[in-house]
């Protein structure tokens, strides 16, 4: 059974930082592209970041690039989210999904809340 489970949200104040932890079980992790979608309240979904199989390509929305960082440890099945210099609107329910925009994404997480705020 494929599982992804995020972890490591909460609340900080603005600038402050997180690290979001992705672990996913039940396939060959180290197959797939993962990628992070976080849906904030009354918002659709926005992509956030992508991450290829080795971990040598990631992509990211304009709207974090430069503040966020993905990154993978296949040898722990185990995707992540950076995230600095966090901001308001960066308030979310923060999702990893296996798979990428072009192909499609097949399983997600339970999410994780990040809120920003003082």
């Known amino acids: 059974e494929v599982q992804l489970v995020e972890s490591g949200g909460g609340m900080v104040q603005p600038g402050g930082s997180l690290r979001l932890s992705c672990a996913a079980s039940?396939?060959?992790?180290?197959?797939?592209?993962m990628t992070w979608v976080r849906q904030a309240p009354g918002k659709g979904p926005e992509w956030v970041s992508y991450?290829?199989?080795?971990?040598?390509?990631?992509a990211y929305a304009d709207s974090v690039k430069g503040r966020f960082t993905i990154s993978r440890d296949n040898a722990k099945n185990t995707v992540y989210l950076q995230m600095n210099s966090l901001k308001p609107e960066d308030t979310a329910l923060y999702y990893c999904a296996r798979g990428s925009s072009g192909v499609g994404y097949d399983f997600w997480g339970q999410g994780t809340q990040v809120t920003v705020s003082s």
């Open positions: 039940g396939f060959t992790f180290s197959s797939y592209g």
């Open positions: 991450i290829n199989t080795g971990g040598g390509n990631t």
